[in-house]
């Protein structure tokens, strides 16, 4: 009886190999590369223009 950590490798040869390409985990998966701190000042950016916006709004209707 073969052992358990032997019986894959003497099967191993009849199966073909396949090589399966995956994007990137990090955020540069796109054209451009961007790191993930200029992704969090842009992002940072956006919500403090938009509180501005709404706090002009709202002192405008004062």
């Not at 985990?25 to 992002?43: C, D, H, K, Q």
Request: proline share 8%; glycine share 10%; net charge positive.
């Amino acid at each position: 009886m073969p052992d358990a950590e032997q019986a894959p490798l003497a099967d191993a040869g009849a199966r073909p190999t396949t090589i399966v390409e995956r994007p990137d985990t990090a955020l540069a998966r796109g054209r451009f590369e961007f790191p993930a701190w200029g992704i969090g000042a842009i992002g940072i950016t956006v919500l403090l223009l938009a509180l501005g916006y709404a706090i002009v709004r709202w002192r405008k209707r004062r």
